[in-house]
T-cell receptor
Framework: AQSVTQLGSHVSVSEGALVLLRCNYS??????LFWYVQYPNQGLQLLLK??????LVKGINGFEAEFKKSETSFHLTKPSAHMSDAAEYFC???????????FGAGTRLTVKP | EAQVTQNPRYLITVTGKKLTVTCSQN?????MSWYRQDPGLGLRQIYY???????DKGDVPEGYKVSRKEKRNFPLILESPSPNQTSLYFC?????????????FGSGTRLTVV
């Protein structure tokens, strides 16, 4: 079975600062990994995904994540935060050839002016 | 536009009064799923369906029912709602390879049971 742990339920950064949201996974087989974003009063939207091609994955809105097998991590980063990045972010893991997707508890990102 | 449509967006009901939350997708996806979102717990799967007439329990199925009579629709039924089912509910769909492509989510239904 697979699972993810998101470190930090709340992260606050200043506008223009680096955004780093942490995610560690557990999986008995090579995983697929995802980051989703949820803006207020909306559903989840796919930001990016790792499916075993390049380990550095670029997504929408300037976000990227790096798959590190040795650290079982898939942290999400953005070099410069924007006010519009304020949202809740979810990391998720899925086993290959399997529709079962497991979500982390979420990290709420606040961006201060 | 490819989308998953849930209705209603907001619902307040009383304990024990049966309700149905509808979910429809226009992408011809085989796989559909219901999640509930609670603070600090992330998304937990209630039920899922691999295809028409094929449904199975997720992690938190107690108190819920589903049906999949048509490929596009996957309603969530609460036969006798209780206050602990107050939550934010999401329907999601995917092609056969959800693990590879990820899910498309609806906008959510915020349910309050009093």
């Amino acid at each position: 079975a697979q699972s993810v742990t998101q470190l930090g339920s709340h992260v606050s950064v200043s506008e223009g600062a680096l955004v780093l949201l942490r995610c560690n996974y557990s999986s008995s087989v090579p995983p697929y990994l995802f980051w989703y974003v949820q803006y207020p009063n909306q559903g989840l939207q796919l930001l990016l995904k790792y499916t075993s091609a390049a380990t550095l994955v670029k997504g929408i809105n300037g976000f990227e994540a790096e798959f590190k097998k040795s650290e079982t991590s898939f942290h999400l980063t953005k070099p410069s935060a924007h006010m519009s990045d304020a949202a809740e972010y979810f990391c998720a893991v899925s086993a290959r050839n399997n529709n079962d997707m497991r979500f982390g508890a979420g990290t709420r990102l606040t961006v201060k002016p | 536009e490819a989308q998953v449509t849930q209705n209603p967006r907001y619902l307040i009901t009383v304990t024990g009064k049966k309700l149905t939350v509808t979910c429809s997708q226009n992408m011809n996806h085989e796989y559909m799923s219901w999640y509930r979102q609670d603070p600090g717990l992330g998304l937990r799967q209630i039920y899922y369906s691999m295809n028409v007439e094929v449904t199975d329990k997720g992690d938190v199925p107690e108190g819920y029912k589903v049906s999949r009579k048509e490929k596009r629709n996957f309603p969530l039924i609460l036969e006798s709602p209780s206050p602990n089912q107050t939550s934010l509910y999401f329907c999601a769909s995917s092609s056969r390879q959800a693990g590879l492509y990820g899910y498309t989510f609806g906008s959510g239904t915020r349910l309050t049971v009093v």
